[in-house]
């Protein structure tokens, strides 16, 4: 009988004795094996092992000068032990240590010398299906892999496009192309970087920094758009905006919107705790706000508003550096100036807007 397992495979023997190779090999092909392949010296048995890549190999144990367990422990050197072929060995010694021996050096199925011709391929069938049962489920593994990292990066483009279009609400009255967010955004991923902190924390802040502004959704038009200075009274109404914006996020459990809500919170805390809304000091101020507080100012230096025009980068930096300690934390302006000075930033250079 001819099984399907035998039929697409190839199987190679490494035996010394030319009569066994003749007559194993003879009884596999009348199962129906595909090809079969036959050496009797070990050392051209690794080369053919990685020339042609059976699908099983049949082993004997006595290989002079060496034996079948050097075989394997050279195959081993060839690839994952996934990817390599299942070996059955062949052997006249039945002893209990050499059993114990071959099962733990990764042999699959263990046959005597004086074996069945009938139960060698009903053994070699058995590890052929076993071998590709795995293999089918190592292929389908990837492919869902594949499924998985195919929808998470289309979750997250709708995750991207959701924020940016956010951020354009609320900042369409003062930045009608939201390029000021954008820029925050990406300027405050390149200072977490260069701060060493995770890939998950780059990406979240370069997506969560969108909303820093959410909460100028509820200050009116007026007050954005002024062109000259803002009352006290309109200064308190324009504060509004970070606990506008953070009762907005407020109950989101998401990563990068729990971080948008922390960002929306602190980005206008001052490090000597003289900023808004509660006045935190130092590192009580969340890594994020920090961040954003500084990527956000220097973005507002170098850009035009309805009340000025934009400044150079040089001035930007210098504004910073002296607020170092004062409204900004000296380790995150480090930090920026390094991206700024970079040149990461130029294809986000500010172009004639309202930022």
């Given at each position: 009988m001819a099984w399907i397992e035998l039929q697409t495979a190839r199987v190679l023997i490494v035996d010394d004795d030319?009569?066994?190779?003749?007559?194993?090999?003879?009884?596999?092909?009348?199962?129906?094996?595909?090809?079969v392949l036959t050496c009797t010296d070990p050392f051209q048995a690794l080369e053919v092992c990685k020339s042609v890549e059976p699908d099983l190999v049949l082993l004997d144990l006595r290989l002079?000068?060496?034996?079948?367990?050097?075989?394997?422990?050279?195959?081993?050197?060839?690839?994952?032990?996934?990817?390599?072929?299942?070996?059955i060995m062949l052997t006249g010694d039945a002893s209990e240590e050499v059993k114990q021996r071959a099962l733990e050096a990764g042999v699959a199925d263990f046959v005597r010398r004086e074996f069945d011709l009938t139960e060698l391929v009903?053994?070699?069938?058995?590890?052929?299906?076993?071998?590709?049962?795995?293999?089918?489920?190592?292929?389908?593994?990837?492919?869902?892999?594949?499924?998985?990292?195919?929808?998470?990066?289309e979750l997250r483009r709708a995750q991207r496009e959701t924020f940016e279009r956010l951020a354009l609400a609320a900042e369409f009255r003062d930045?009608?192309?939201?390029?000021?967010?954008?820029?925050?955004?990406?300027?405050?991923?390149?200072?977490?970087?260069?701060?060493?902190?995770?890939?998950?924390?780059?990406?979240s802040i370069r997506s969560a920094a969108l909303l820093h502004d959410l909460g100028k959704i509820g200050v009116?038009?007026?007050?954005?758009?002024?062109?000259?200075?803002?009352?006290?009274?309109?200064?308190?109404?324009?504060?509004?905006?970070?606990?506008?914006?953070?009762?907005?996020?407020?109950?989101?459990?998401?990563?990068?919107?729990l971080m948008a809500q922390e960002i929306v919170a602190t980005h206008h805390e001052h490090y000597d705790g003289s900023g808004y809304p509660k006045g935190l000091k130092g590192e009580d101020i969340p890594l994020s706000g920090r961040i954003v507080a500084a990527a956000d100012a220097y973005d507002a230096i170098t850009s035009s508003r309805p009340y000025k025009l934009p400044r150079p980068v040089g001035d930007a930096v210098r504004e910073l550096t002296s607020q170092a300690g004062r409204q900004f934390d000296p380790m995150v302006v480090e930090a920026l100036v390094k991206a700024v000075g970079s040149g990461d930033m130029s294809r986000y250079a500010v172009v004639s807007e309202r930022g």
């Open positions: 030319d009569d066994n190779l003749m007559v194993v090999g003879r009884a596999l092909k009348k199962a129906g094996c595909h090809e002079p000068p060496v034996d079948g367990f050097y075989v394997l422990e050279r195959l081993k050197e060839l690839g994952p032990e996934e990817d390599l072929p299942p070996v009903l053994r070699t069938r058995n590890c052929l299906r076993t071998r590709q049962l795995f293999l089918q489920l190592q292929r389908h593994k990837e492919h869902l892999e594949e499924l998985v990292l195919e929808r998470t990066q930045d009608q192309t939201s390029r000021h967010t954008e820029r925050v955004g990406e300027l405050s991923a390149l200072v977490a970087g260069i701060l060493g902190a995770n890939q998950g924390f780059v990406d009116p038009d007026a007050i954005l758009n002024k062109p000259g200075p803002l009352t006290p009274g309109e200064y308190d109404i324009l504060k509004e905006h970070t606990e506008i914006g953070s009762r907005i996020l407020e109950g989101c459990t998401e990563r990068v919107l």
